[in-house]
């Protein structure tokens, strides 16, 4: 009898090191399949849609504090627009986003706990207004550019394979990326979904049950999914071992693209850390310049391929 408690016991211990280890991997490889399923449902869904912008009203209030202000945007592109193409149980206004399954409070990729973001702003104080001026002796050439948008309530719904998913929505998104340098990632993005693959039942932690999806222009849209890894992974001085630097991390870690890293900046406040001066890029202008981002401006702008330090924040697809 003895033998056999003993034998319990050291079963029991065993089982309590090894269960939480087993069922977070299990959940892991759920999620993941989860999120690219999410991903191909979302996509069809946007390519079907004509165009992304234009959709309800937009109008700020006449003076400080009135009450004349009219944002039903985010809420009437869902109703008016993607849940023409898309399978929707449930749409929860701005005042009500609880209702499809949101927690209140989430875990952000650096560990911090912070509200659910109501608007763009929210997601980065950046993603309203921005207005940028160089001199002719700076990289980025003599000028400036600027953007402004108003700070859009977002909407919420729930899809018929049970997620809940957040819409962060602008209206007044722009065209794809032509230029050549100090380009705003924000001004181009349409919309962006915060999912929760499993609604209240938690972790609520971003990079687990919850994740971004991220569209880009008005029509030919570009749907970007990056998970990103949860701090910066290393100084890229050239190209050279950049890719080694990512796929040490995990066999699926690259180095992100252009858009991928907009869609970081664009939802900062969900990713948190994300305060290096610059970071790289996979995206190439030409042979000699490559893209990066400036997080504390939000500008995208290319620099030499082999003479700039960046850091480097890898992602997954």
């Keep these: 009898m003895a033998e056999i408690l003993l ?3 050291i079963i029991g211990v065993v089982a309590a090191i090894t269960l939480p280890s087993l069922t977070g991997n299990i959940n892991e490889r759920t999620w993941n399949t989860q999120r690219k399923a999410l991903y191909a449902r979302l996509s069809q869904a946007i390519s079907l849609m004509p165009a992304l912008n234009g959709y309800g009203t937009l109008k700020e209030e006449s003076s400080a504090g009135a009450s004349d202000a009219v944002d039903t945007v985010a809420e009437t592109f869902l109703t008016a627009g993607l849940s023409k193409v898309l399978k929707i149980n449930n749409i ?16 952000n990729l650096a560990a911090s706990q912070i509200d659910l973001p109501l608007k763009l702003s929210d997601l980065n104080p950046l993603n309203i207004y921005v207005s940028q001026s160089w001199s002719a ?12 948008m108003m700070d859009a309530k977002a909407a919420a ?23 050549s340098a100090g380009i705003y990632a924000a001004a181009k993005i349409c919309v962006s979904f915060l999912y929760d693959l499993n609604g209240n039942k938690g972790p609520n932690t971003v990079g687990k049950d919850l994740g971004l999806i991220t569209v880009y222009y008005p029509s030919d849209s570009l749907v970007v999914a990056p998970v990103p890894y949860s701090r910066d992974a290393g100084v890229l001085v050239s190209d050279s071992g950049v890719n080694s630097i990512c796929k040490s991390l995990d066999e699926d870690y690259r180095l992100p693209t252009i858009e991928e890293l907009g869609a970081l900046s664009f939802n900062s406040e969900l990713i948190g850390n994300l305060d290096a001066e610059r970071y790289a890029s996979s995206t190439f202008l030409s042979s000699s310049k490559k893209w990066y981002l400036h997080a504390d401006s939000g500008i995208l702008n290319v620099d030499d391929r082999f003479s700039t330090t960046s850091d480097i924040r890898c992602v997954k697809r």
């Design 7 to 9: 034998s319990l016991t």
């Design 92 to 107: 929860c206004d701005n005042e009500h986003l609880p209702d499809c399954g949101l927690s209140s409070r989430i875990t």
């Design 137 to 148: 002796t700076t990289s980025h050439g003599a000028g400036s550019r600027y953007y402004s």
């Design 157 to 179: 719904f729930e899809t018929a394979n049970g997620e809940s998913v957040v819409a962060y929505y602008n209206p007044s998104c722009a065209p794809s990326m032509s230029e």
